[in-house]
């Protein structure tokens, strides 16, 4: 049996993994074809319209506008559809938390509905039970890169009258049930921050087949001007939420590797599965077959100490990472436990927050499922998945080295140092 690389044996691995982000010659003359041009603002640069266009056609919608960020995309989607104070908005506890302050940045109501522990994406029956009079809309987050049920979502959206939002920051390029996400429900909403499978280092964008909606976020991103309209009209209260001419330069380039970058990580995914999910005590995320594409932002296992002599999941966590994968244990409580909520440290005035009503009483909830995630998860980031299979093959190597040791007893310092 060897050594653990934590106890002072050699680590399985010692190369790092594929790197990220990445870019080549494309993006060098991209760039500068930008800082040439003296072209930088979207205001007059032709290539965040290209950009929109490009982004829009690739993710089936008819409309996109770029923004600033993923959080201002939520932001600017819930403006656009009016909703605000007074207003609940039924989102998952298990995402960052975005999700969840863009509601309160509009003075409106996260409302926590559970997961589903198949795939980690917010049921559709939790959904159904968690509205109330006052909910506007649902944010259903394609976790990991793994589409929500857009079926279900969509069927209770259109017989309940109530909005559905994509939070589609992990799922560039994700296709549901022949759709790709972003523009199935009223609003998709984008990040291209830095951990993103399309980045520019930080950047967002808001997808619809609504052409009125995307009038609106088109205002909303730029002063409340009317699209093509005098530049000191304003229509409604809003500020700058541009994109640049430098970072679509880098989003067109990197759009162009997308597809290639999808095809890899789900091929190195079912192989992981198929390893992973041989071992006792580790369980890949199901994959619901109506996924026809998933994007794999992460790479989810659920991680059972059983299977590995009672090591607990931080240990087993610790191991991994002293062996050389970049594994992590995610989120550490569900939202509604974030200090944000458990301290009410938000508008509740502005919110109509009340501490009698059920729904939001944060400091009560206890959703099972996601409370669960939270405690046996395992994330890899997507890098790994664009190593080759010896990457691959280190990754459950060192899984099973550290099985093999924790059952035997060693491992007994990462068991107990917490
Ligand atoms: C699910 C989800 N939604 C929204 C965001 C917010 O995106 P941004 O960081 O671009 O504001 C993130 C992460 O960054 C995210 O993971």
């Known amino acids: 049996?060897?050594?653990?690389?934590?106890?002072?044996?050699?680590?399985?691995?010692?190369?790092?993994?594929?790197?990220?982000?990445v870019h080549d010659e494309s993006d060098l003359r991209a760039l500068r074809e930008v800082l040439e041009s003296g072209t930088w603002s979207a205001a007059n640069g032709p290539r965040v319209r290209e950009l929109e266009r490009r982004f829009a056609a690739y993710h089936d919608a008819s409309h996109a506008v770029a923004t600033t960020s993923g959080t201002v995309s939520l932001v600017l989607a819930l403006r656009a559809l009016g909703v605000g104070s007074g207003d609940?908005?039924?989102?998952?506890?298990?995402?960052?938390?975005?999700?969840?302050?863009?509601?309160?940045?509009?003075?409106?109501?996260?409302?926590?509905?559970?997961?589903?522990?198949?795939t980690y994406c917010i049921a559709p029956d939790a959904v159904e039970a968690a509205i109330t009079p006052r909910t506007r809309a649902i944010i259903a987050v394609h976790f990991g890169g793994h589409p929500a049920d857009m079926d279900q979502l969509g069927e209770i959206s259109r017989r309940r009258g109530i909005t559905?939002?994509?939070?589609?920051?992990?799922?560039?390029?994700?296709?549901?049930?022949?759709?790709?996400?972003?523009?199935?429900?009223?609003?998709?909403?984008?990040?291209?921050?830095?951990?993103?499978?399309?980045?520019?280092?930080?950047?967002?964008?808001?997808?619809?087949?609504?052409?009125?909606?995307?009038?609106?976020?088109?205002?909303?991103?730029?002063?409340?001007?009317?699209?093509?309209?005098?530049?000191?009209?304003?229509?409604?209260?809003?500020?700058?939420?541009?994109?640049?001419?430098?970072?679509?330069?880098?989003?067109?380039?990197?759009?162009?590797?997308?597809?290639?970058?999808?095809?890899?990580?789900?091929?190195?995914a079912r192989h992981l599965d198929s390893e992973l999910g041989r071992i006792e005590g580790?369980?890949?995320?199901?994959?619901d077959p109506r996924t026809d594409v998933h994007s794999h932002h992460l790479y989810i296992f659920r991680y059972d100490p059983e299977g590995f002599g009672g090591m607990s999941r931080e240990a087993f966590v610790r191991a991994l990472n002293a062996e050389g994968i970049p594994a992590s244990s995610g989120y550490p409580v569900p939202l509604y436990r974030q200090p944000l909520f458990e301290e009410l440290a938000f508008d509740t005035r502005a919110t109509g927050y009340?501490?009698?009503?059920?729904?939001?009483?944060?400091?009560?909830?206890?959703?099972?499922?996601?409370?669960?995630?939270?405690?046996?998860?395992?994330?890899?980031?997507?890098?790994?998945?664009?190593?080759?299979?010896?990457?691959?093959?280190d990754i459950t190597s060192a899984v099973r080295k550290v099985q093999e040791a924790a059952r035997h007893g060693s491992g007994s310092r990462a068991t107990s140092a917490h």
């Open 164 to 268: 559905l939002i994509e939070d589609a920051a992990h799922a560039h390029g994700a296709v549901w049930a022949g759709r790709k996400v972003g523009a199935i429900g009223a609003l998709g909403c984008w990040s291209f921050q830095a951990s993103k499978n399309l980045t520019s280092g930080e950047g967002g964008m808001i997808t619809t087949n609504d052409s009125a909606l995307a009038e609106r976020c088109e205002s909303l991103h730029d002063f409340g001007r009317s699209p093509g309209g005098p530049w000191y009209e304003h229509h409604f209260l809003s500020g700058n939420h541009r994109l640049t001419e430098l970072q679509s330069a880098l989003l067109l380039a990197g759009l162009e590797r997308l597809p290639e970058q999808i095809e890899r990580r789900e091929r190195s």
């Open 354 to 393: 009340d501490p009698a009503y059920g729904p939001t009483q944060y400091g009560r909830l206890e959703l099972p499922q996601c409370e669960r995630a939270c405690r046996e998860t395992v994330w890899l980031p997507q890098n790994v998945l664009l190593g080759d299979e010896s990457d691959l093959a």
């Open 282 to 287: 580790v369980r890949p995320l199901e994959r």
């Open 1 to 21: 049996m060897s050594t653990l690389a934590l106890e002072g044996g050699s680590p399985v691995r010692m190369r790092p993994f594929p790197e990220w982000p």
């Open 88 to 118: 609940e908005v039924i989102v998952p506890p298990y995402t960052f938390m975005a999700t969840a302050s863009a509601v309160l940045e509009v003075n409106a109501l996260p409302v926590f509905a559970d997961i589903s522990l198949d």
